[in-house]
């Protein structure tokens, strides 16, 4: 079985510019998550989609934030525009419902 | 709000003997909880489940216990390995319609020594 995919794996960026990041999750999962890790914490949920639809963005910066997950299947994580507290690696998740979480490797931010 | 606590960022344990990593929680909704492993450089990975029916749930070398009445749970490795040395996770979700939304602990960082 193939993991969740991510790309890029590492990103740097300046303050202000935008970046976007890629998920594909395991074949049939229906659910899909974006979490933030920072340095020193444990992740934090971002948004967790149901199939296409959005179930919880709750903890979704949206004024600078979005995401989107076309056709159920994979997802995009964009941040316009950047800033310094950005700098973290974010985690895309999948599963089945009810069943654990199934994390990709991550993509590092790092802005400058 | 810290709704998961592990308070413990390392802990360092001589190579098979038993290693005891320790969360708390606060959040009384919260009745599944997980416990997620992390090497360098790659995501997390599941390692041991337990819903709040239960106190104990054993897995081979991992064991996970919980305490409802103190909030508490712990995970037990015996014995442990230096494959083990990694970052450990304490998560917990309360169950909404089947799905999981996963709060997660801070880390503890396990140092498995020869």
């Known amino acids: 079985e193939a993991g969740v995919a991510q790309s890029p794996r590492y990103k740097i960026i300046e303050k202000r510019q935008s970046v976007a990041f890629w998920c594909n999750p395991i074949?049939?999962?229906?659910?899909l998550y974006w979490y933030q890790q920072i340095l020193g914490q444990g992740p934090k949920l971002l948004i967790q989609?149901?199939?296409?639809?959005?179930?919880?963005d709750s903890q979704l910066p949206k004024d600078r934030f979005s995401a989107e997950r076309l056709k159920g299947v994979d997802s995009t994580l964009k941040i316009q525009p950047a800033k310094l507290e950005d700098s973290a690696v974010y985690l895309c998740?999948?599963?089945?419902?009810?069943?654990?979480?199934?994390f990709g490797n991550g993509t590092r931010l790092t802005v400058t | 709000d810290q709704q998961v606590k592990q308070n413990s960022p390392s802990l360092s344990v001589q190579e098979g003997r038993i290693s005891i990593l320790n969360c708390d929680y606060t959040?009384?909704?919260?009745?599944?909880f997980l416990w997620y492993k992390k090497y360098p450089a790659e995501g997390p990975t599941f390692l041991i489940s337990?819903?709040?029916?239960?106190d104990k749930n054993e897995d081979g070398r991992f064991t996970v216990f919980l305490n409802k009445s103190a909030k508490h749970l712990s995970l037990h490795i015996v014995p442990s390995q230096p494959g083990d040395s990694a970052v450990y996770f304490c998560?917990?979700?309360?169950?909404?319609?089947?799905?999981?939304?996963?709060?997660f602990g801070q880390g503890t960082r396990l140092t498995i020594n020869p």
């Open positions: 998740a999948s599963s089945l419902l009810g069943s654990p979480l199934h």
């Open positions: 074949s049939g999962h229906a659910t």
């Open positions: 989609f149901q199939n296409n639809g959005v179930v919880d």
């Open positions: 959040n009384s909704m919260f009745d599944y």
């Open positions: 337990i819903s709040s029916i239960k």
């Open positions: 998560a917990a979700s309360p169950r909404v319609q089947g799905a999981q939304k996963l709060v």
